[in-house]
């Protein structure tokens, strides 16, 4: 699986606007992917945070009113909490909206593969950074077992280090299983 592969399978028309949920529970993230052997950048949220508390998710976050659209807040948000400077062109594509079940916030999902990036730096936001390599990664998907994740009809959880990332993240992760292996 080289950048190559991945930007064909993961290219698409780039809509960075939901016109019927509203601006009050709208979000993006980007999916960082970099390096000759494919790596995602994820990151580890803090423990003390009111939602999301502890849990790997994908640089991202909150719609602002100032942001002229989702992408803008992905791009934002990602420069904000990981220190990494992605431009609108180097965006390749998006992935369907989720939403989060516990804050029910409806997060659409942008793509950049990148062949470096830069040293990254966390803001408070962010507990740790997180380069894993995808082949792998993307390999430990199972079905969510625990009984005490709000339950929808499909729900994934993939592993890292003995951490398990689940919910949103999981669901986005499982929409690039499912482009690699179309």
Known sequence: ??????????SSKIDPVLEHYGTNNLASILVVIYGEEPIIVM???PKHLKF?????????????PSDSDLLETA???TREEIGLRISKNQ????????VTLNSGF??????????????????SEVENILHIPLKSFLKTMADDQN??????????TFEYQNKIIWGASARILKQIVNRLNS
Do not use: C, W
């Open 43 to 45: 990151t580890e949220k």
């Open 106 to 123: 409806m997060i659409l999902p942008f793509v950049s593969i990148v062949d470096k990036i830069t040293s990254l730096s966390a803001n």
């Open 147 to 156: 009984p005490t994740h709000n339950r929808i009809q499909e729900m994934y």
């Open 91 to 98: 965006v390749i594509g998006q992935l369907a909206p989720v």
């Open 52 to 64: 999301h508390a502890g849990e790997i998710s994908f640089p991202g976050g909150k719609f602002d």
């Open 75 to 77: 791009l934002r948000e």
């Open 1 to 10: 699986m080289d950048l190559k592969l991945l930007r064909s399978l993961l």
